[in-house]
């Protein structure tokens, strides 16, 4: 029985990779994160825009030409990390943050959809001041971007899971393929009940 579960195990160990991180995982984990960081320049116009003469700020206009000077670079980025994330081979860490930089990603059109129905909104009702919230808005949302990129770098490079990001580490958690998602017959059921439970103590 003991040689038939060790068996199992090693079986289940094949299929994907939860290995401890190794030095390079831990590199490779936090690059996907450039991906939100590219996107979420289109909100720093303003700032940029004001601080013509900052550095960071010329940096930034240069990167996000380039990444827009590539056809299709956004939808390119998400199918190659897309393609990342379900390969089983790669460790945990780096499938991990390859999920929650697309979620990231997928986040920061929120706040588009909302600058834009404000604009939209403050001109029919003549409200100049809409044009000082957006750009506020937009400052926020740099900002908040690069907050939680620090947070997962650091992290990651520490060898840890950075999953305590607001509702998106919660669904990068259910999407990341575990062992404990296998059956005995090593095929792909879903979410352990434990994640599930743990999710469900969260909303409570």
């Known amino acids: 029985q ?13 299929l994907v990779n939860e290995g401890e ?6 590199v490779v984990s936090v690059l996907p994160y450039l991906f939100p960081l590219l996107d979420s320049l289109q909100y720093a116009g303003p700032w940029v825009t004001s601080h013509p003469d900052n550095v960071i700020a010329q940096v930034a206009t240069l990167a996000f030409t380039l990444y827009r000077s590539i056809p299709l670079s956004g939808l390119l980025a998400f199918f190659a ?5 379900s390969n089983l081979s790669l460790n945990r860490l780096v499938r991990f943050n ?3 930089a697309i979620y ?4 920061l059109f929120v706040p588009g959809l909302m600058a834009g129905l404000l604009g939209a909104v403050g001109s029919g009702l003549g409200l100049p001041a809409t044009g000082v ?3 506020y808005l937009s400052d926020g949302v740099v900002l908040g971007t690069l907050a939680t990129i620090a947070y997962a770098s650091a992290t990651s490079l520490l060898g840890s899971t950075p999953d305590q990001v607001p509702f998106i580490s919660g669904a990068t958690t259910r999407r990341v393929v575990t062992l404990d998602m296998f059956d005995e017959e090593g095929k792909l059921v ?4 434990g994640v599930e439970d743990d999710d469900a103590n969260k909303e409570d």
């Open 81 to 85: 990390l897309s393609s990342f994330s």
């Open 133 to 135: 919230v957006t750009e």
């Open 21 to 26: 991180p190794t030095a390079s995982d831990k």
């Open 2 to 14: 003991m040689e038939e579960e060790k068996q199992l195990q090693e079986m289940r160990m094949s």
């Open 190 to 193: 879903g979410p352990s009940r």
């Open 104 to 107: 990231l990603d997928f986040a």
């Open 98 to 100: 390859i999920q929650q």
